[in-house]
Nanobody, 129 residues
């Protein structure tokens, strides 16, 4: 099993930036796909960024069109942490942000919630205009 803990959420004004972290523990070796999702009340969880593990600590990021050009995702190998850097935030980015892990690589490209095996508790991001 893998345990995931998100941090870094908070409140920011439009145009600002936030950096979210997802700390993984447990069976991190098997977690070959990590992802970020977000959800607002009454809506489905939306996949926004994923990171696929390759050989020799190589990672392959994938960013959804809805946030491309503003969000980046990368890994901090030393800390077993996945980072989501969010820039140029706007009120539409307000949501609960979740970290997820999968034991196969295909979820990193399909970004389907049902394909992920483990989830964190989420961290709230609020962007004011």
């Amino acid at each position: 099993q893998v345990q995931l803990v998100e941090s870094g959420g908070g409140s920011v004004q439009a145009g600002g930036s936030l950096k979210l972290s997802c700390a993984a523990s447990g069976d991190t070796y098997s977690s070959v796909c990590m992802g970020w999702f977000r959800q607002t009340p009454g809506k489905e969880r939306e996949g926004i960024a994923t990171l696929t593990s390759g050989r020799r600590n190589t990672y392959y990021p994938f960013i959804a069109d809805s946030v491309k050009g503003r969000f980046t995702v990368f890994a901090d190998n030393v800390k077993n942490t996945m980072i989501l850097q969010m820039d140029s935030l706007n009120p539409e980015d307000t949501a609960m942000y979740y970290c997820a892990a999968a034991f196969t690589t295909s979820p990193c490209y399909t970004m389907r919630e049902v394909d992920f095996d483990a989830w964190g508790q989420g961290t709230q991001v609020t962007v004011s205009s």
